[in-house]
């Protein structure tokens, strides 16, 4: 059993993490450049902050691994820029709550990735779960398209992110069992940041000319929801189980919603709250599932 100071230190770590990525959605918002450029400055400076701190070290980890775990490492980076890309994106289209709670349902392809590609055994628990929070997104979803604007773009944009999050949880997953949090986020955020540049480049969004107070939020936005708030969760994995982690997680669409209402005055209908509602509470039953099943594996 854990001493009361540790656990203590342990809860404190999380609430710091969950506030952090709490104001992603807010800082994003105040962000005025194109999301492109944000996925590309939030990843950079997050990778040159690992490589002055543990670029050595992170090296001879990598170094010590098979060419195949790079590989894996690279397609994390990929869907790290792609997750970024996409839900910040989202986040222009609409609301915080509809954005922040779908692009929460990664732990649902994840259970669903594990299911079908890693062909382990799941809980029918588990799909009543993946029923329930499909019900919730489509509530969302369909309210919003029913308004007559674009947010249902937004929402759509929010689940692929939540997808190619799912790509970004499934690597790591795998990559963590080798490698130090810091050796795996430099490579995985220095990769999603090339990602993110020629994609900038391909599609012509500028990432130069920016005034200073822009450039002032791309570090807000690199340092407050990615080193903080991510390194945060990373460093409870040592602690916590992985979907206990995740489910902490979960209160960051609440923490967005309430900073959203109170920063940028957004109010949510009832049917959205209703979807959100019932989303958070499908994705709840998945990982409370997981939890079952690691704890019955030993």
Known sequence: MLPSHFTLRV???VMIGLVAVSFASILIRWCEAPALAIAFYRLLLASLF???FAGKSALREWQALPRAALRIGVLSGIALAAHFATWITSLFYTSVASSTVLVSTAPIFVALGTRFILREPTRPALFAGIVVAIIGAITITATDAGGG???????LLALGGAIAGSVYFLA???LRRQLSTPAYVMVSYS???LTAWLSAVLLQ???AGFSGQIFGMF???ALIPQVIGHTSFNWALKHLSAPTVSVLLLGEPIGASLLAYLLLGERLGGWTIFGGVMTLVGVGI????EVREAASRG
């Open 286 to 289: 998945v990982l409370l599932t």
């Open 191 to 193: 990769v999603g940041a």
């Open 149 to 155: 604007h674009n947010s249902w773009r937004g929402d």
């Open 205 to 207: 969004t500028p990432l």
């Open 50 to 52: 690992f490589a002055i």
């Open 219 to 221: 570090v807000l936005i």
């Open 172 to 174: 790591g997953r795998h």
């Open 11 to 13: 809860s404190g770590v």
